[in-house]
């Protein structure tokens, strides 16, 4: 029988190392990028990690359905990316997401402002047509085309709104949360079916199909959402239990950078010029990610040294789980590590390209090997998380359960969770409001079940 990796097994050891060393690889990128991640870092305060795992989401999203990559034979995937960003309040989660998103922002403005005057003109149009129509002026074959509102990014939504969006949207969308809770946290909330494993799904870059009373049938021939959000690590566990059966948690690359600490007040300004570089690579990479329909997507492989490497790099991590065929947790991982790692690569390349404005042609012996870089990085990140989740958490829940007594307030079961020196009040609210060992009788006021 297979059982789950014990925390003490040698996969976990990294995880638990010197911090800075586990830094992610910004060298993986030019050095035009490298230096914008510095500024941030140095002027805003901004966490290298978080700047970066921004850059790859809006990569990702940038070059949506416009390319694919020919991974071998008949697989193929294109570069869709589930971030999490994890870190306690103070330590500039959002700020990075919102400066390196800013450009994509504006240019959803300007959807917008064209969306508006074309429905403005629709509207005339079918006055005119409806008038001219009684009139039998015009046969229904004339009927004027409703316009299609353009987007790339969304934040709050029910199922239903995604279906509709991505099909007006084939090229593909980002659900940008600076708060993933919002994402996850309304999990089949408006169904009874799986949203977990309609995300699965989306992960995967498959098809989606689904029947309505409403609406009839939906049907998108290939997905591409990807996410980027923020969470703090006393919400990540529940998110964790929930979600590792299905397998969506390894589909997640996750950064948490503990050796954070709240910064002082940077010394230095941000120049006009990092912002302006950064503009220049975006503006760059979206003119160079067209998409002309879901049946002329680009199709790019590997160059012959790149190929050979990614390989090499597969049957290594092939080789560690085999030879710890019980380690569950590991397992799930570095399957989906695996198929991440060309996504990385695609990335890179294309982050390389837009630097010198040019077209992504192949995938080239350098993206490969910044790829794995990244790729081992989130691995560790991810043991890191299922670390934390599996010890940390649920000893605590346990330990401060333990110390409440057969009835007890909010404010004792508080007071409780300072004396053990749990981080947040929040982590409290959260567990008596889904511990089912506790029963609130009425507001404030709780009591054990057992």
């Known amino acids: 029988m297979k059982t789950i990796a014990n925390l003490n097994d040698s996969i976990w050891l990294d995880s638990k190392q010197n911090q800075e060393e586990h830094q992610i690889p910004i060298d993986v990128f030019p050095i035009e990028v490298q230096t914008i991640i510095q500024d941030y870092k140095r002027c805003m305060n901004y966490p290298v990690?978080?700047?970066?795992?921004?850059?790859?989401?809006?990569?990702?999203?940038?070059m949506g359905n416009s390319v694919q990559l020919q991974v071998h034979s008949e697989w193929y995937t294109t570069a869709i990316l589930?971030?999490?960003?994890?870190?306690?309040?103070?330590?500039?989660?959002?700020?990075?997401?919102?400066?390196?998103?800013?450009?994509?922002?504006?240019?959803?403005?300007?959807?917008?402002?064209?969306?508006?005057?074309?429905?403005?003109?629709?509207?005339?149009?079918?006055?005119?047509?409806?008038?001219?129509?009684?009139?039998?002026?015009?046969?229904?074959?004339?009927?004027?085309?409703?316009?299609?509102?353009?987007?790339?990014?969304?934040?709050?939504?029910?199922?239903?709104?995604?279906?509709?969006?991505?099909?007006n949207n084939p090229k593909g969308l980002i659900v940008w949360s600076d708060e993933a809770k919002s994402w996850f946290g309304s999990f089949n909330q408006y169904s009874n079916n799986s949203d977990e494993q309609l995300w699965c799904t989306i992960w995967n870059g498959g098809h989606l199909s689904r029947e309505t009373i409403t609406h009839g049938g939906e049907y998108i021939p290939r997905a591409f959402v990807s996410i980027l959000g923020g969470i703090q690590p006393s919400e990540i566990t529940d998110f964790i239990k929930a979600n590792t059966n299905n397998g969506l948690v390894d589909r997640i690359l996750f950064s948490y950078p503990e050796y954070l600490k709240v910064p002082k007040w940077p010394e230095e300004e941000l120049s006009i010029t990092t912002s302006l570089q950064w503009k220049n690579i975006y503006e760059n990479m979206y003119r160079n990610s067209v998409y002309s329909g879901i049946d002329n997507i680009e199709t790019i492989k590997y160059s012959a040294e790149a190929k050979k490497l990614v390989v090499e790099w597969n049957n290594k991590k092939v080789d560690e789980v085999n030879s710890e065929p019980n380690n569950i947790i590991y397992q799930g991982i570095i399957t989906k590590a695996k198929i991440s790692v060309h996504r990385l690569a695609m990335v890179i390349e294309k982050i390389m390209c837009s630097c010198d404005n040019k077209p992504m042609k192949n995938i080239s012996e350098t993206a490969v090997k910044g790829a794995i870089k990244l790729t081992e990085y989130f691995i560790d990140e991810a043991l890191k998380i299922r670390r934390i989740s599996s010890d940390t958490s649920i000893q605590e829940i346990d330990i401060w359960f333990s110390f409440l007594g057969a009835e007890f307030t909010t404010a004792e079961a508080v007071a409780i969770a300072k004396k053990l020196k749990?981080?947040?009040?929040?982590?409290?609210?959260?567990?008596?409001?889904?511990?089912?060992?506790?029963?609130?009788?009425?507001?404030?006021?709780?009591?054990?079940?057992?």
């Open 49 to 62: 990690e978080f700047t970066t795992t921004s850059i790859l989401a809006l990569t990702s999203v940038t």
């Open 82 to 167: 589930y971030i999490i960003m994890v870190q306690e309040r103070g330590h500039a989660k959002s700020h990075p997401m919102k400066d390196i998103f800013k450009y994509l922002f504006l240019k959803e403005q300007e959807f917008i402002q064209n969306f508006k005057r074309e429905e403005k003109q629709y509207l005339q149009d079918m006055e005119t047509y409806r008038i001219q129509r009684k009139k039998e002026k015009v046969s229904a074959e004339n009927e004027p085309e409703r316009p299609i509102e353009k987007r790339i990014s969304i934040t709050k939504f029910t199922p239903e709104v995604l279906y509709k969006i991505h099909a």
């Open 422 to 450: 749990i981080k947040s009040k929040q982590t409290v609210f959260n567990w008596l409001d889904k511990d089912k060992r506790i029963l609130k009788v009425e507001h404030g006021k709780y009591k054990k079940l057992i």
